[in-house]
């Protein structure tokens, strides 16, 4: 199967077009510019927000399927005014563009969504086909109105929201953790948002499984083993690390205390405080479920650590 992946140069585009290549598709990695590309698969240089770019190239390369993994995700920078615009036209317009596309060549297309969809209150899980939406910043709002227009024009879609990614080929909260541990001996972390970390190495597992079906429709999808917060996260990066021989990640050479959201108070975006996200739906439906996100975590350190 031919699949077109954008957002290739980021940590999920990256390790979804590893997937497909080790299952034999045929991926077609696009981004807006091949700087960063590192991947063997063809590459194809595209701007989604040109709506006549967009379908001109998928109707020359005539995939069987869309992953679109491409997205503005820099919270905090699109609450700027001078971001807006181009948060807008990236997460929404250029969805809607792909997803145009995608009904004028009748194949289905996967859109990675966000639990920022949702306003992040209280203490129940957040189920795949909740239609309460209530997005607290403009990176949420962007992400719902993608979200709204392939829903729109599409009935061959599946529409998968996924929170705390975490992957080798681009920044996440893992790799800053470590980054401060090498240059502060205290480290204050939020413990009052909930969610669950996501592997993009088994987040793309799933990933291709679904697009192998035409079990259509809204997923949740974060790595198994509970939901934690922020600094319960740091703490076991950090027990980790120092198991594997980073000193400055021990206990002797390093304090992390937890801190409110209101405390901490570094954010210009809101951040919701219920990132749980019901993943049952994904068992129902067949599709095996992540590993334990420590188990992930584990298997995650030894390949950044081992480079």
């Given at each position: 199967m031919?699949?077109?992946?954008?957002?290739?140069c980021?940590?999920?585009?990256?390790d979804?077009?590893?997937?497909?290549?080790s299952?034999?598709?045929?991926p077609?990695?696009?981004?807006?510019?091949?700087d960063?590309?590192e991947?063997?698969?063809?590459f194809?240089?595209?701007?989604?927000?040109?709506?006549d770019?967009?379908?001109?190239?998928?109707e020359?390369?005539?995939?069987?399927?869309?992953?679109?993994?491409?997205?503005?995700?820099?919270?905090?920078?699109?609450?700027?005014?001078?971001?807006?615009?181009?948060?807008?036209?990236?997460?929404?317009?250029?969805?809607?563009?792909?997803?145009?596309?995608?009904?004028?060549?009748?194949i289905?297309?996967?859109?990675?969504?966000?639990d920022?969809?949702?306003?992040?209150?209280?203490?129940?899980?957040?189920?795949?086909?909740?239609?309460?939406y209530?997005?607290?910043?403009?990176?949420?709002?962007?992400?719902l109105?993608g979200?709204?227009?392939?829903?729109?024009?599409?009935s061959?879609?599946?529409?998968?929201?996924i929170?705390?990614?975490?992957?080798?080929?681009?920044?996440?909260?893992?790799?800053t953790?470590?980054?401060?541990?090498?240059?502060?001996?205290?480290?204050?972390?939020?413990?009052?948002?909930?969610?669950?970390p996501?592997?993009?190495k088994?987040?793309?597992?799933?990933?291709?499984?679904?697009?192998?079906?035409?079990?259509?429709?809204?997923?949740h999808?974060?790595?198994?083993?509970?939901?934690?917060?922020?600094?319960?996260?740091?703490?076991?990066i950090f027990?980790?690390?120092?198991?594997?021989?980073?000193?400055?990640?021990?206990?002797t050479?390093?304090?992390?205390?937890?801190?409110?959201?209101?405390?901490?108070?570094?954010?210009?975006a809101a951040?919701?405080y219920?990132?749980?996200l019901d993943?049952?739906?994904?068992?129902?439906?067949?599709?095996?479920?992540?590993p334990?996100w420590k188990?992930?975590?584990?298997?995650?350190?030894?390949?950044?650590?081992?480079?």
């Amino acid at each position: 199967m031919k699949v077109f992946v954008t957002g290739a140069c980021g940590q999920l585009g990256y390790d979804v077009l590893k997937e497909l290549t080790s299952r034999g598709h045929i991926p077609v990695a696009s981004d807006l510019s091949g700087d960063a590309y590192e991947g063997k698969a063809e590459f194809c240089k595209l701007d989604i927000t040109r709506q006549d770019k967009v379908l001109q190239l998928l109707e020359e390369i005539r995939p069987q399927a869309v992953i679109h993994c491409a997205a503005w995700t820099a919270v905090d920078a699109a609450e700027e005014d001078e971001c807006r615009g181009k948060v807008r036209s990236i997460n929404a317009d250029g969805t809607r563009y792909l997803a145009k596309a995608c009904k004028k060549l009748d194949i289905p297309m996967m859109y990675i969504s966000t639990d920022y969809v949702f306003d992040g209150q209280g203490t129940k899980p957040w189920e795949p086909d909740c239609k309460k939406y209530a997005p607290l910043n403009v990176y949420g709002r962007t992400k719902l109105e993608g979200e709204l227009a392939v829903a729109e024009q599409l009935s061959k879609f599946f529409i998968v929201r996924i929170a705390w990614v975490f992957g080798a080929h681009g920044n996440n909260f893992v790799k800053t953790m470590l980054r401060i541990a090498q240059n502060h001996d205290k480290i204050t972390v939020v413990n009052d948002q909930i969610g669950t970390p996501t592997y993009t190495k088994d987040l793309a597992r799933l990933l291709v499984d679904m697009i192998e079906t035409d079990r259509y429709g809204y997923y949740h999808a974060t790595n198994e083993g509970g939901y934690i917060s922020w600094y319960e996260f740091a703490l076991e990066i950090f027990k980790q690390a120092a198991a594997m021989g980073l000193e400055e990640c021990k206990e002797t050479s390093l304090s992390v205390e937890p801190v409110t959201t209101k405390e901490y108070g570094q954010s210009k975006a809101a951040r919701p405080y219920n990132s749980r996200l019901d993943k049952s739906k994904l068992s129902k439906q067949g599709y095996a479920p992540l590993p334990d996100w420590k188990d992930a975590l584990s298997r995650y350190l030894k390949e950044i650590l081992s480079r």
